[in-house]
C-alpha cells in the first residue's frame, strides 16, 4: 500500500508542472488542461496521502495537515469550476461554428418597417411597399434574413449570406412596430 501511495505521489509533480506550464501558455492544453491537471494533481497528492497515512492505522488527517487538506480541497473544487467553464466555452464555440455552417437550417424572415433602415447587406433586398392607401404603417420590406435567435422580446436576424467574416446582425423588437413573416429555412 505504502508502495503504491509513492507512485502516486510520483504522478502529482509532473501533473503540477504540466498544469503550470499550460497555464502560462508554453503549450496548448486546450480551455480545460491546466484546471484538470492542476485539480487532478493536488487531488491525487491528498488521495495518496490520505491512503498513506491510513496504512499507518493514524487518523486522517493529522492535526497539523488539516489546514493544508482544506486549502488543497478549496483549489479543487476552484479547479472543477474553472473546468466546467472551459467545457462550457469550447461547446458554445462548436454550438456557434455549426449554427453558422448550417444557417439555412434557420427560420426565413420577411420583415416590414415603417422606417428604412439602409442595411446594404450582400443578400438582403429591399423593396418600396407601394402606397395602396393614404397612411399605410409599413413602407418597407426586407427580405433575406433569418432568424438567429428569439429573446426579450427582441428578434436577432442575420442576413442569409452571413459568415463570421462578414458578419452583421439586426435586433428588432418582436412588437407592433414591425410586421413579420417566417418562412421554413
Known amino acids: 500500500m505504502r508502495r503504491a501511495c509513492v ?10 508542472v504540466l498544469g503550470f506550464l499550460a497555464g502560462f501558455e508554453v503549450f496548448d492544453a486546450g480551455p480545460m488542461g491546466t ?36 486549502i488543497s480541497v478549496a483549489i479543487i473544487v476552484l479547479c472543477a469550476f474553472w473546468a466546467v467553464g472551459g467545457y462550457a466555452q469550447q461547446k ?8 453558422a455552417r448550417h ?15 439602409y442595411l446594404g447587406w450582400s443578400g438582403v433586398r429591399e423593396t418600396v411597399l407601394p402606397d395602396v392607401e393614404q397612411g399605410a404603417r409599413f413602407r418597407y420590406r426586407y427580405e433575406g434574413l433569418r432568424l438567429l435567435a428569439h429573446a426579450g422580446g427582441r428578434m436577432f436576424l442575420v442576413p442569409r449570406t452571413w459568415t463570421w467574416e462578414t458578419g452583421n446582425g439586426l435586433i428588432v423588437p418582436f412588437d407592433a412596430t414591425v410586421r413579420v413573416a417566417f418562412h421554413p429555412g
Not at 60 to 68: I, K, M, N, V
Not at 103 to 116: F, G, K, N
Open 92 to 99: 458554445g464555440t462548436a454550438d456557434a461554428e455549426q449554427l
Open 103 to 117: 444557417l439555412y437550417r434557420r427560420p426565413a424572415v420577411v420583415l416590414d418597417t415603417s422606417e428604412r433602415l
Open 7 to 16: 507512485v502516486v505521489a510520483a504522478l502529482v509533480v509532473p501533473l503540477l
Open 35 to 70: 484546471p484538470l491537471l492542476i485539480g487532478g494533481g493536488l487531488l491525487l497528492a491528498v488521495l495518496a496521502r490520505m491512503m498513506y497515512v491510513r496504512g499507518t492505522g493514524a487518523p486522517y488527517p493529522l492535526t497539523g495537515e488539516r489546514a493544508a487538506v482544506g
